[in-house]
């Protein structure tokens, strides 16, 4: 039975543990070895991001069998079962996602958040992980900006989309948009599979990402007004 108690703001607990069984390895993995010590918060993804991998869903066991899987340099694990490497518990978690019937775009993007976290925590090589996948983001979000200001005629900086037809400029966006994060995704070596979704996903929802980020902003200042209104509103009652 899988069933979660809440234990505080989005800390939560797993009442029974539950099993997965990879086809990899001869044992299942238990999570969590002790219900009494661990604790989750559930998907952590940025809630921006949410509409992509929302906090519940089936997806859900999966998450949190990765959040078992995956303890800080030198804890002991959390989890009955072969001990695994945090690269190998994004794999676990991503194909754990497909057995539970979770869609192959949602998973991949699932995983590949959580390998991006997995690569920017490399121990020794952490700040240079940071800054490199930092100018790598930066460098094809600004090749988003230029062609939305290509698109809307305001300027034409690329030369691949400046002077034609909006359809002809729309495919070419898309097919670039897409060529560009393939290509500089082979220069991270083992890393690519990663690099290319992240690239590609820059490249396909930046606008989309943007809205929801702008609406988000827009959602949390309502919500902040709001509150301090009732707040004040809660005082005067008493006085």
Known sequence: MF??????????????????????????????????????????VPAVFSWIVPTHGTHLPAIL?????????????????????????DRIMRDAMGALGVRPIRRWLAWTGASLATI????????????????????????????????????????????????IEITAGVAVGLAIPIALAILW????RVMAITGVAVALLLHVTVTMTALWVLYELGERVVGLVSHRSDSRAEA
Do not use: Q
């Open 120 to 167: 920017v925590t490399t121990p020794h090589r952490r700040g240079w992980w940071r800054t490199a996948i930092a100018g790598h983001l930066l460098f094809l979000a600004l090749l988003g900006v230029l062609a939305t200001i290509d698109l809307a005629d305001v300027a034409s900086p690329l030369p691949w989309m400046g002077g034609r037809g909006f359809w």
């Open 65 to 89: 069998l990765h959040d078992a899987l995956v303890v800080p340099h030198g804890e002991p694990p959390t989890h009955e079962g072969p001990k695994v490497s945090r690269e190998e518990a």
């Open 189 to 192: 070596g083992p890393r690519w």
């Open 3 to 44: 069933e979660l108690r809440r234990d505080g703001p989005r800390v939560f607990r797993l009442v029974h543990p539950f099993a997965y069984r990879d086809e990899r390895y001869d044992d299942a993995f238990v999570c969590p070895a002790d219900t009494d010590t661990f604790t989750t918060d559930l998907n952590s």
